[in-house]
């Protein structure tokens, strides 16, 4: 049985652009500052395992989601489509997100080490709506086209890396400088916009069939 290779890599640079391991380290070194390494670890390996259950109910029930709101995968994909697009704007400009980040106020009240694994770090920093609305789109079209395999290496190789980025963050921290971070987040903001241009132009496609001709 032959793999969509282009499918699975897909999913894998979209999951990257949009939680961008790289550039949440120094995030997931803040949210930990003045925590033990092993604390961290615990930190880093709650976060994963969140993570990794944020995109199983995503893919899994994502259509029910849909179907109780009387919504087509396109009217969610042209939403989805539109959010990741002003993530992946904010991300060119150099700065993170409001839609996937918190808000003022909440920045200014105080967090325990061990209590952000949940939130903020896995909601809304890694599974906020850009990553839902993009693992549902994803779980409809390995659905429709029968990309299982494919969906599940693309997002299985991807938590992967996050979970190892996670857990390095410490050494990480330490070796890498402002701007190979400021460069990763524009690099994987380009890559999200094209992503988001894919999925607007798909679901009006679909919305609007005179456009395909």
Known sequence: M???LPFVTKVFA??????NPIANVPV?????EGASDAVRRRVAITAAIGTTIGCLVSILGGQAVLDAFGLSVDDFRLAGGLIVLTIALSML???SSPTHGRSPKEKEDAVEAESVAIYPLTIPLLVGPGTIATLIVFGQTARVQSKWLELAIGVGAFLALLTVALLSAPWLGRHLSATATAITRRLMGMILAAVAMEMIV?????????LSH
């Open 202 to 210: 798909a679901s009006l496609r679909a919305l609007f069939p005179g």
């Open 28 to 32: 997931f070194l803040s949210l930990t």
């Open 14 to 19: 979209a999951l990257f652009a949009i939680m």
């Open 2 to 4: 032959s793999v969509d």
């Open 93 to 95: 400009q150099g700065s």
